[in-house]
């Protein structure tokens, strides 16, 4: 099950000016284009299009553009999983917009009850959804991109078996398969592989040499042997990344580390979340490449932490001692981040020889994860954050957190 | 979305001494979501402006509940799009044709056809009218 749309959705279920106008939602810091309603895909705005290129042409159609809304997304898909996950057995949340159901054994096959759910979901929930129905994940794919190029299926393609399987496997470009992607989907192209069904002729010990285990997973699960099981918890991350554009340029190294004190807080806090540690952690910083005439700069360097710690304040230290190395001044940074590597659990993790365990600490920092996801994010937070923050996001055309926030709530006229 | 659980009193149990005599009939805090949300996937608050519903209790600046799984049907309070706005009517049948019915004479019913391209976005199922301002004073407050 897969929303069209999504976050172009979003945006309509709360505001029925928008039922028939094309709608745009640009990225953190509003810099490109990254969600499209078909309206909006019809005038020709590409995915990943720079704002201020497209701006006239969405001017003059009338397309209404959106700061991304990352608070009413989130929330909206917990109620779309929710609704879905209700009317399923089993369920693996895939993406932000995506999961996998498991419709095995339904009595009056499954064309009725997946069309059942995409009206519920629907209903309950203004986003509307595709459904393909098949025997494994890559073939539901499959089914689902189907289902949303061709409008007669209004939605939902069960996949057939024998000739009209591969009659449908052949209108699917071989990139648009499930683990090809546009790399290797090039390469096959070159040998006139150009559909799935093209890739399902290829020898199996073809695939095996030239696209390793993968790709012969995805060619496996094209002629129906399921080689990707429903995995019913998500997995811990193996790194975390927490980076972020400026509002504007920051030129100084105290803003750039007050930034970086920010996104290292928010990736620790995902961190303790999921119970883990880390080894190492990796900082970058970059300028602004789309601006020409202007001295670019990018760089990255990381720093192993050892013993592995999951602690806010040690992070940070080391993170900043990173970035004085890695800072160069002069330039007009547009972007840093950090990045959390060598993840390993927290239970068990081997001790070190040099270092006694912090136990005061680790009290300290679940405190503090305590009190921020009780009182609200960023109640409290390390100093070193910085308190006014100039080098915030862009947002200046989010919509209300129509679901979350008081005093954003949907209007009706009485 | 928030999931709201209200946490169970405290069982208080004695290592020594007399076992509390109520300890056996403790119960759940009531909780209000319990209350007023049934689907809570499906349920948003929604505000409301103006005073075309004054006769169904509904006044500007009340908070309504709307539940989306709720089966629209005649007699129910609904929130509808209408002409690119959420608007709240009563849904109503006249003779054949389905109505958005205000409860104020002032306003003038809306009929549901082609033209109005009217969309039922949801039931409301409760409305929340404040009395008076949280803590704001009196004998029984506190905070």
Redesign the interface.
Same mark, same amino acid.
């Given at each position: 099950m897969d929303c069209n749309n999504f976050y172009a959705s979003c945006e309509r279920a709360f505001d029925?000016?928008l039922?028939r106008r094309p709608v745009v939602v640009l990225s953190n810091n509003d810099g490109c284009v990254i969600a499209r309603s078909q309206e909006a895909k019809d005038l020709g705005i590409r995915m990943g299009e720079p704002e201020f290129k497209c701006r006239e042409r969405c001017a003059r159609a009338g397309v209404a553009v959106f700061s991304s809304n990352y608070t009413l997304y989130g929330?909206m898909s917990?109620?779309v999983m929710? =609704?879905a996950g209700?009317l399923a057995p089993r369920m693996e949340v895939y993406s932000i917009d995506e999961a996998f159901l498991e419709l095995d054994g339904l009595p009056g096959g499954p064309e009725p009850y997946a069309r059942m759910i995409r009206e519920?979901v629907r209903?309950?929930?203004?986003i509307p959804v595709s459904i393909g129905v098949a025997p494994t994940k890559t073939l539901a794919k499959a089914a689902n991109r189907l289902a949303k190029k061709d409008p007669s299926m209004r939605g939902v393609l069960v996949l057939p078996e024998g000739e009209a399987r591969r009659e449908l496997l052949a209108r699917l470009d071989v990139e648009d398969v499930w683990g090809i992607g546009p790399r290797h989907g090039r390469r096959l192209r070159e040998r006139g592989v150009r559909t799935a069904l093209d890739f399902m002729a290829l020898p199996r010990e073809f695939v095996r040499k030239t696209m390793t285990v993968g790709g012969l997973h995805t060619w496996l699960e094209l002629h129906g042997t399921p080689c990707l099981p429903l995995e019913l918890a998500p997995k811990p991350k193996q790194s975390i990344v927490s980076s972020r554009s400026f509002g504007r340029p920051v030129t100084s190294l105290e803003h750039l580390r007050e930034a970086l004190g920010q996104y290292i807080s928010r990736a620790a806090e995902k961190l303790r979340a999921q119970k883990s540690r880390a080894a190492s952690i990796l900082v970058f910083v970059q300028t602004n490449t789309f601006i020409e005439g202007e001295p670019q700069y990018s760089a990255s360097q990381s720093q192993a932490l050892d013993p592995p710690t999951d602690a806010t304040p040690r992070l940070i230290a080391q993170g900043a001692a990173v970035l004085e190395r890695i800072f160069r001044p002069g330039f007009r940074y547009k972007k840093a981040g950090v990045m959390l590597c060598g993840i390993e659990p927290a239970q068990g993790a081997q001790l070190s020889l040099l270092h006694a365990p912090d136990e005061r600490g680790g009290r300290l920092m679940a405190a503090l994860d305590r009190v921020n996801a009780r009182w609200g994010r960023d109640t409290l937070f390390s100093a070193a954050c910085g308190v006014e923050r100039t080098w915030r996001m862009r947002q200046g055309r989010r919509s209300p957190r129509? =679901?979350?926030v008081?005093e954003e709530?949907?209007?009706?006229?009485? | 979305?928030?999931e709201h659980t209200p946490l169970p009193l405290p069982l208080a149990t004695a290592p020594a001494g007399f076992p509390s005599p109520a300890e056996d009939y403790l119960d759940q805090r009531l909780d209000l979501n319990e209350h007023l949300v049934r689907?809570?996937?499906?349920t948003?608050?929604?505000?409301?402006?103006?005073? *075309?519903?004054r006769g169904a209790g509904?006044a *500007?600046g009340d908070?309504?509940v709307v539940d989306? *799984?709720v089966e629209p049907r005649p007699g129910h309070v609904v @929130?509808a799009? @209408?002409h690119?706005?959420?608007?709240?009517?009563r849904l109503k049948r006249l003779g054949r044709l389905l109505v958005l019915a205000?409860e104020n004479p002032d306003f003038t019913p809306i009929p549901l056809n082609e033209e109005n391209a009217v969309?039922i976005?949801g039931v409301a199922t409760h409305v929340i009218h404040r009395l008076a301002a949280a803590g704001g004073g009196g004998p029984c407050s506190s905070r």
């Amino acid at each position: 099950m897969d929303c069209n749309n999504f976050y172009a959705s979003c945006e309509r279920a709360f505001d029925p000016a928008l039922a028939r106008r094309p709608v745009v939602v640009l990225s953190n810091n509003d810099g490109c284009v990254i969600a499209r309603s078909q309206e909006a895909k019809d005038l020709g705005i590409r995915m990943g299009e720079p704002e201020f290129k497209c701006r006239e042409r969405c001017a003059r159609a009338g397309v209404a553009v959106f700061s991304s809304n990352y608070t009413l997304y989130g929330d909206m898909s917990a109620r779309v999983m929710a =609704t879905a996950g209700a009317l399923a057995p089993r369920m693996e949340v895939y993406s932000i917009d995506e999961a996998f159901l498991e419709l095995d054994g339904l009595p009056g096959g499954p064309e009725p009850y997946a069309r059942m759910i995409r009206e519920r979901v629907r209903r309950d929930t203004g986003i509307p959804v595709s459904i393909g129905v098949a025997p494994t994940k890559t073939l539901a794919k499959a089914a689902n991109r189907l289902a949303k190029k061709d409008p007669s299926m209004r939605g939902v393609l069960v996949l057939p078996e024998g000739e009209a399987r591969r009659e449908l496997l052949a209108r699917l470009d071989v990139e648009d398969v499930w683990g090809i992607g546009p790399r290797h989907g090039r390469r096959l192209r070159e040998r006139g592989v150009r559909t799935a069904l093209d890739f399902m002729a290829l020898p199996r010990e073809f695939v095996r040499k030239t696209m390793t285990v993968g790709g012969l997973h995805t060619w496996l699960e094209l002629h129906g042997t399921p080689c990707l099981p429903l995995e019913l918890a998500p997995k811990p991350k193996q790194s975390i990344v927490s980076s972020r554009s400026f509002g504007r340029p920051v030129t100084s190294l105290e803003h750039l580390r007050e930034a970086l004190g920010q996104y290292i807080s928010r990736a620790a806090e995902k961190l303790r979340a999921q119970k883990s540690r880390a080894a190492s952690i990796l900082v970058f910083v970059q300028t602004n490449t789309f601006i020409e005439g202007e001295p670019q700069y990018s760089a990255s360097q990381s720093q192993a932490l050892d013993p592995p710690t999951d602690a806010t304040p040690r992070l940070i230290a080391q993170g900043a001692a990173v970035l004085e190395r890695i800072f160069r001044p002069g330039f007009r940074y547009k972007k840093a981040g950090v990045m959390l590597c060598g993840i390993e659990p927290a239970q068990g993790a081997q001790l070190s020889l040099l270092h006694a365990p912090d136990e005061r600490g680790g009290r300290l920092m679940a405190a503090l994860d305590r009190v921020n996801a009780r009182w609200g994010r960023d109640t409290l937070f390390s100093a070193a954050c910085g308190v006014e923050r100039t080098w915030r996001m862009r947002q200046g055309r989010r919509s209300p957190r129509y =679901t979350t926030v008081w005093e954003e709530l949907p209007v009706a006229r009485a | 979305m928030q999931e709201h659980t209200p946490l169970p009193l405290p069982l208080a149990t004695a290592p020594a001494g007399f076992p509390s005599p109520a300890e056996d009939y403790l119960d759940q805090r009531l909780d209000l979501n319990e209350h007023l949300v049934r689907n809570p996937a499906a349920t948003y608050f929604i505000r409301v402006q103006g005073d *075309s519903m004054r006769g169904a209790g509904i006044a *500007s600046g009340d908070l309504l509940v709307v539940d989306r *799984s709720v089966e629209p049907r005649p007699g129910h309070v609904v @929130v509808a799009a @209408v002409h690119g706005e959420l608007t709240v009517k009563r849904l109503k049948r006249l003779g054949r044709l389905l109505v958005l019915a205000p409860e104020n004479p002032d306003f003038t019913p809306i009929p549901l056809n082609e033209e109005n391209a009217v969309e039922i976005w949801g039931v409301a199922t409760h409305v929340i009218h404040r009395l008076a301002a949280a803590g704001g004073g009196g004998p029984c407050s506190s905070r």
